[in-house]
């Protein structure tokens, strides 16, 4: 199911000013003076040169990219427009877990000068926004006020690793500041109404542009919107980094400058971990593309006669734009206003705002229309301006599957096409019940009233109908990565929609939140969606599995319920199940129940703390390994209960959620634990099972493997293994070692190869030279957790459930970190001191905070051994055995003693107690019992009165708990 | 056996002896469990509660009930199942899985077992499929698949947990705690042992896994309260048939019964300080049991004084009895040769001279026994391991010169003197003397 938002999209025009100058001979590349820019529909020209700061578009309206320009060139054609830039980093781009660096709280109008090597700084031209104030500010001097939203300040650097002060100098060869030229929202009287197909291609690129009709039916509504936007600014600004807004600002980052550097693809920039990414990796076939598309519309009379008419096209250019926009909003409907951008570009404007339209409401339109319509998508006002905003959501499947639908003749068309029927179906699956349903806004929509688009979406129906049945259905959100192709442009006659259709549609809309795709260049998109369409299978397959998890951040509903079909399993294999429970498992009803489950070790913590060097450390390396497509090892260590494989499985889902939304290329996890097998080869057959899913057997296995990882293979994606408990696979031989190190060596293996022990020497105790050689050096401990530390994950852990006392928290956390410093200790205590403090009270709904007494008592209960008591508890010939062993021991001044030696002591001691002395047989029962319970250590019994006795508690313990039961 | 008359409940006494005989049967052979574990209040609302939490809230737990023998683990744990049970809620929602140590002795089987237990879907009637590698991963996926809120909670009752621990690699317990400590099917791992050592036992990951938790059954019953106990465990329940016969049978156990024979309770007494559980009282009150009959309907105390001897004797003294004169001679001469060199151990050469001097000085009554007939008695003995070869080869050595010990205390030997019937004189007198 896919729907477009639309939006108001200025066009805009780049041309080349100044005289071109050869740049590179060889390349045949030519330098420009300048850019002008002009907005299609306006006479002003903004003119560019290098050297001044711009803003480029990225996902994100609020914040789009800052770069200073250097340089621009283009090919001789003078159509290909290419800039240099040196690149600024926003914090909401810095990766979420570097944030903490910074050591203060950002300035909001802050950017950081980008040192790194990740980013491609080849910029399409096309994709500049416009100019923007930047100002150094010296690393001592206070931020200025910040008044002018329009000035962003740099104080610091940012090199992917830490923030430095930066250096003046790197500032200075520019002008600090250029003022900002006066925007061209003007509506040019020559705006061709026939727009040649390279226009409408690359240069979709181009900006928002005021639509006329879109304005003057907005025109309306714009005084609300605008006082709206005016009171969630205020808002708006405390809005958490953590926004999704925010996370996608920088995934379009990455989308663009991947983009820029298509032939490069491996060349990116390490970004936030959280974000979605776009795909589009490819161009090499947009080109292609085009042209078929173009074909395709000039075939299509109804359609193209529509693009005579320029204020529809360019709303459709708003149109297609807009699914890409809607990708990056936030699932949860957060509102937000691209604040930063509409006053900069304010000032643009407004020497040259429309007379007959107010002003903000201009603003809005102009720059911001996608945050403007997503807002009435939220918030389903049904306003005019929702209607005028609104036709580009109408754009969604019927659109696109039209377009797809066109047989085309190379082959990616008929995959695209393929793709595009199996979204529908998808749709339709998941939302029969729905009226909602995408499949009846194609019915619906004024678009399908023109014959051929009826025609197409009845055809679509048909085949959805047979689809239902028999085709298995991928269902995930990368669905929305599909893009309009150019038809949409040229369809315009659906401004006539219905209010409560649009809702429903734009409720639709709004259950999918997936579309990663914003790439500066429209044939990026489109061969984004064939390349998504392409892999999309695969990487179903690969990825499922941690699906659900990244689900979280989407709503979409829908999508899911067909991914829940099970498929059929082949009858011959039986599938491992527990069989389900008639009664649903009971929620948590107070606070100490609340707070227990939470406590439990199984409950996984959104995120874990304590462990963020070591997660950065193991994310980097994998995450290098996965982009480089080479292979390695790495050993980490620690003792029980530090979080080691905790934090791998932590990395891996960042990494799995990377992939996903394409910042890095898909990989393949598999996790082995030399605990869950029964013999040591037996991990060739569970990775070759993992990989495959073929049974074999060991031999086989190892020997399928080394082939897999020694051929060059099409299309290998990098695995992942995880080893846990590696000291497990240890033969004789150490060949399954040997080969899960050898592996990852080998140049076409693209294995990945993380393992864990509990020892740090392991490599040098258990290994032989040659596999501890190949193991290597990258090596990583954890250590225990420190009382803080396991304080600090307690009360994440708890994340505000009131149930505990500071000091109790304290004593468990010191406690333990003094004993082990394991977590599940601590988190084991903390959960029996709940159940102390439940008990403790008469009516477990007023059971208050678990107190000290608590958990003194779970820590002595955990703590204590339990030797003096069961000592206390012995009866008594038990205990005067035991002072028998003692005396005896006494005696011969050993600690051992046998049997018979003890006995004549034990003897002589039930006369001095004045008891009847017991028979051999009773002493040796006695005995027994005590060895049984291990408060002795005997021989084995058969040696009868020979057995040696041995205490296994000290001897002062047995004299202080006899003591204890004397008195 | 005559017709009963409903009326009067009365029945006669043959049949009211014998159902006295079941009931109390059933009582000391625990193959049924009592109303309510007596002295472990505590322990069994901690076990109720713990398990309770995994049957409704699918909460996973490990726990480890540690006590040594007799002390009532087992039956702790049956109490609370059959508790938990009962409730209505939990009745068809938990699956119980009995494993123990002694039966399951490795993974492989244990595996199997559980499988079975499970009836997963790789289990055809009562046999299971698929190699050990194959059951475990199979097991662990099957787990795996389950989450906390619909699946079923499985209960791991591990019976001699400590014997697990002894499994190559504790795999088992390293994959059922793993388990009981991630979000995978809600289960709880429930260990009975009578080892209080038994957490260093287990391995390093595998304890961080364990929560840790120990129920402790230790009993610090006071005599008093054991003498409770043996009236309580001897008394007939309330739904006694004949009310005749429950009065005369109950009062007969009643305190004054008790405490107008102070032997008994010095007997009684005796067995409270040698082992407080109930396993040994159950015996001693079974042995009293047995004496009951039709002509005798009730205990007596009496009952009780010997069954307590016959419980109390020593059975190597026992078996001292039942020798021959000339086995018992070469015993005596074993102790002499202990005496002499204070505990070495010795061969039959030595016992046999010894033997020899005793016959050649004192010896009136024991006839000259030819050496094959003295070895032949030297090798009984030590098929009653009444005497043990020190040696590990035996092979090596020949017969007679293969160093012994005597597995007998002095105290056994003159006692067993003391009751042997028509013990000639002289070797009561040779056994006593200081020196051979």
Known sequence: ?967 | MSKRKVKETHMPVGECISQVQMILRERFCHQRLPEKPVGMESQHKHLLELLRRTAVHGESNSVLIVGPRGSGKTMLLNCVLRELLEVKDVNKNVLPVHLNGLLQTDDRIALKEITRQLNLENVVGDKVFGSFAENLAFLLEALKKGDRSSSRPVLFILDEFDLFAHHKNQTLLYNLLDVSQSAQAPVAVIGLTCRLDVLELLEKRVKSRFSHRQIHLLSSLSFIQYLDNVRSQLSLPQDFPDTNFYDEWNDGIKVRHFSSYPQLVDVLQRHYNSSKDFRSLHLLLMLALSRVSASKPAIKPTDLLEASRVCMVDSKANILHGLSILELCLIIAMKHLNDIYEGEPFNFQMVHNEFKKFLQRKSHSIHNFDKPVVIKAFEHLQQLELIKSMDSSTAKIQKEYQLMKLLLDHSQIMEALQKYPQCPTDVKQWAMSAFG
Not at chain 1, 439 to 452: E, N, V, W
Request: net charge positive; charged share 25%.
């Open chain 1, 1 to 967: 199911m896919v729907r477009y938002f639309t939006r108001l999209r200025m066009r805009r025009i780049y041309k080349w000013g100044g005289r071109p100058y050869i740049f590179d001979r060889k390349l045949k590349s030519y330098g420009f003076e300048y850019l002008n820019m002009s907005v299609e529909g306006q006479e002003a020209v903004t003119t560019v040169t290098p050297g001044q700061y711009i803003l480029i578009e990225g996902n994100d309206d609020e914040y789009p990219f800052v770069a200073k320009l250097l340089k621009f060139f283009g090919d001789e054609s003078h159509k290909q427009k290419k800039a240099l830039v040196q690149w600024f980093l926003r914090l909401s781009e810095v990766p979420q877990n570097k944030k903490l660096l910074l050591g203060r709280s950002p300035h909001p109008q802050e950017i950081f000068y980008y040192l790194g090597r990740a980013c491609d700084n080849e910029i399409n031209a096309e994709s500049i926004l416009g100019t923007v104030d930047v100002q150094h500010v010296p690393e001592d001097t206070p931020f200025p006020e910040p008044g002018t939203k329009d000035t962003l300040y740099v104080k610091l650097s940012w090199d992917t690793k830490a923030f430095n002060v930066l250096d003046p100098v790197l500032m200075q060869d520019t002008p600090a500041s250029t003022p900002p030229k006066p925007a061209l929202p003007l509506f040019p009287p020559c705006a061709s109404p026939t727009a040649t197909p390279v226009s409408r291609g690359p240069v979709r690129r181009a900006l928002p542009t005021p639509d006329p009709t879109v304005m003057r039916r907005a025109g309306s509504v714009s005084d609300t919107r605008a006082t709206m936007s005016a009171g969630k600014r205020s808002t708006l600004e405390a809005e958490s980094i953590h926004s999704a807004s925010k996370l996608s600002a920088s995934k379009i980052l990455s989308a663009k400058r991947r983009g820029s550097a298509a032939d490069t693809p491996g060349v990116r920039k390490k970004l936030q971990l959280s974000i979605g990414a776009s795909p589009g990796k490819k161009m090499t076939r947009a080109d292609v593309l085009c042209e078929l598309l173009d074909e395709e519309m000039e075939s299509e009379k109804v359609i193209s006669l529509k693009l005579s008419s320029s204020v529809s096209h360019s709303l459709q250019h708003g149109c297609s734009l807009s699914p890409m926009r809607s990708g990056c909003k936030t699932p949860n409907g957060q509102r937000r206003f691209p604040w930063k951008l509409s006053s900069i570009s304010l000032d643009r404007l407004s020497p040259t705002a429309l007379g007959e339209q107010d002003l903000s409401s201009d603003l809005l339109l102009a720059v911001i229309p996608l945050a403007l319509e997503d807002e009435v998508f939220e918030a389903g006002l049904p306003t005019d301006a929702g209607s005028a905003n609104t036709p580009k959501k109408r754009q969604a499947t019927p659109r696109r599957n039209y377009v797809r639908e066109q047989k085309a003749t190379t082959p990616s068309r008929r995959k695209e096409s393929a793709m595009a029927i199996r979204k529908p179906a998808l749709g339709v699956l998941a939302e029969e019940d729905s009226e909602d349903s995408p499949m009846q806004p194609i019915a619906l929509t004024p678009r399908s009233k023109r014959k051929s688009a009826q025609l197409v979406s009845l055809r679509i129906r048909k085949q959805l109908n047979l689809l239902d049945n028999t085709q298995e259905l991928i269902s995930d959100g990368d669905d929305d990565c599909f893009v309009p192709s150019k038809k949409d442009l040229q369809s315009s006659s659906d401004e006539e929609k219905t209010d409560s259709e649009e809702e429903t549609r734009g409720r639709n809309c709004k259950t999918s939140v997936r579309t990663p795709c914003k790439t500066p260049s429209k044939k990026k998109d489109l061969q984004s969606s064939t390349d998504e369409g392409k892999t999309e299978s695969e990487e179903e397959t690969v990825v499922r599995k941690t699906r659900g998890r990244n689900c979280k951040t989407s709503v979409r509903t829908p999508h899911k319920k067909p991914s829940k079909k099970v498929t059929p399993s082949t009858p011959r294999h039986a599938t491992p199940s527990i069989p389900s429970r008639t009664v649903p498992a009971r929620q948590p009803g107070n606070i100490l129940e609340e707070a227990r489950a939470r406590l439990h070790v199984s409950s996984v913590p959104e995120s874990l703390p304590c462990r963020e060097q070591e997660f950065q450390d193991i994310y980097n390396f994998v995450e290098s390994k996965v982009m480089d497509g080479t292979g390695g090892c790495m050993y980490i260590s620690g003792v029980p209960g530090t979080g080691k494989t905790a934090t791998i499985h932590e990395v891996i889902r960042c990494l799995q959620h990377a992939s996903d939304m394409d910042e890095i290329p898909t990989f393949r996890f598999i996790e082995i634990n030399g605990m869950k097998m029964t013999d040591p080869h037996q991990a060739y057959v569970q990775i070759l099972q993992k990989l495959t899913d073929q049974k074999v057997t060991a031999d086989h296995a190892a020997a399928l493997l080394e082939k897999r990882f020694s051929n060059p293979a099409p299309k290998k994606e990098t695995t992942v293994l995880l080893v846990d408990e590696l000291d497990l696979l240890w033969t004789r031989k150490q060949n399954v070692m040997y080969n899960l190190f050898d592996w990852p060596t080998r140049r076409h293996a693209r294995l990945v190869v993380l393992t864990i022990a509990n020892t740090m020497d392991l490599p040098e105790r258990i290994m032989i030279n040659r596999v501890a050689s190949r193991l290597g050096l990258t090596r990583m401990s954890f250590q225990p957790y420190s009382f803080k530390q396991l304080q600090q994950i307690i009360t994440s852990r708890l994340n505000k459930v009131k149930a505990f006392e500071e000091d109790a928290l304290q004593l468990v956390s010191r406690k333990v970190a003094a004993l082990s410093g394991d977590a599940r200790r601590c988190l084991d205590i903390c959960r029996r001191a709940t159940e102390i403090c439940e008990h403790s009270t008469s009516h477990p709904s007023s059971a208050g905070l678990v107190r000290m007494n608590h958990v003194m008592e779970a820590l002595d209960e955990m703590f204590s051994s339990s030797y003096i008591t069961a000592i206390r508890c012995a009866s008594l010939q038990e205990q005067l055995f035991l002072r028998a062993v003692i005396a005896e021991f006494r005696r011969l001044g050993l600690e051992e003693a046998t049997f018979q030696q003890v006995f004549v002591q034990h003897r002589a001691l039930s006369r001095v107690e004045g008891l009847q002395p017991i028979s051999v047989s009773e002493g040796l029962a006695v005995c027994q019992r005590l060895g049984a319970c291990r408060l002795l250590l005997l021989e084995a019994s058969r040696l009868d009165m020979l057995q040696r006795v041995r205490l296994n508690v000290s001897q002062d313990d047995v004299l202080y708990a006899l003591k204890a039961v004397r008195d």
